[in-house]
Nanobody, 126 residues
């Protein structure tokens, strides 16, 4: 059983930056691909970014590409999402998620992740 705890959300003006962090415990962190999802009320949860087990491969949805960076520290069991040039449309609850994968190099972009954090609110004001 993997527990995920997000931190780092908050209120920021458009054009600003935030760094989200997710701490994992209770499982073999290096066995899981990781993802950051986001959800606004009334809409489906969508993936913002994903990273492979080794950290060598990443995925970004088109709307965040070039502005967000996902990274992981296997030694510290953490995954981070650096968000720059934030826009009001980035406002959402952001969730960290873990997906067990046999492949060390693949990212995973479907929604059926195995474990989820509780979410952290990110609000970008215009």
């Amino acid at each position: 059983q993997v527990q995920l705890v997000e931190s780092g959300g908050g209120l920021v003006q458009a054009g600003g930056s935030l760094r989200l962090s997710c701490a994992a415990s209770g499982g073999a962190f290096s066995s899981y691909a990781m993802g950051w999802f986001r959800q606004v009320p009334g809409k489906e949860r969508e993936i913002a970014a994903g990273i492979s087990r080794t950290g060598g491969n990443t995925y970004y949805t088109v709307s965040v590409k070039g502005r967000f960076t996902i990274s992981r520290d296997i030694a510290k069991n953490t995954v981070a999402l650096q968000m720059n040039s934030l826009k009001p449309e980035d406002t959402a609850v952001y969730y960290c998620a873990a997906k067990w994968l046999a492949s060390r190099s693949s990212t995973y972009i479907d929604k059926d992740y195995d474990y989820w954090g509780q979410g952290t609110q990110v609000t970008v004001s215009s």
